[in-house]
Nanobody
Framework: QVQLVESGGGLVQAGGSLRLSCAAS????????MAWFRQAPGKEREFVAA????????YYADSVKGRFTISRDNAKNPVYLRMNRLKPEDTAVYYC?????????????????????WGQGTQVTVSS
């Protein structure tokens, strides 16, 4: 059974930092693009960042560009999200996602439907 498990969420003051991790079991995702999405209460799930299988390409939502960094270590946990200068509006449940077919997401890396595998989410709360 394929599973993605996020960790690293928590409560942090505005301006602080957190690093989220996503661990995979059941298969290797070293050849698959992966991404982070988030969902705040009462809002739709939105794209945060994505990374290609070889880390050659990274993509960010405008709202996090310059503050968040996505990375991966295919030998260990598949993907990380380093979040700096956090703001209260970053408060959300953060989800890790992975393609089901290598290269499927292509230019549609920001679309929920581009990913077949999802974690259960980790809560990030930023206090003002």
């Amino acid at each position: 059974q394929v599973q993605l498990v996020e960790s690293g969420g928590g409560l942090v003051q505005a301006g602080g930092s957190l690093r989220l991790s996503c661990a995979a079991s059941g298969r290797s995702f070293s050849n698959y693009a992966m991404a982070w999405f988030r969902q705040a209460p009462g809002k739709e799930r939105e794209f945060v960042a994505a990374i290609s299988w070889n880390s050659g390409s990274t993509y960010y939502a405008d709202s996090v560009k310059g503050r968040f960094t996505i990375s991966r270590d295919n030998a260990k946990n598949p993907v990380y999200l380093r979040m700096n200068r956090l703001k209260p509006e970053d408060t959300a449940v953060y989800y890790c996602a992975a393609e089901g077919t290598p290269g499927y997401s292509g230019n549609y890396y920001g679309f929920i439907t581009s990913y077949d595998y999802w974690g259960q989410g980790t809560q990030v709360t930023v206090s003002s």
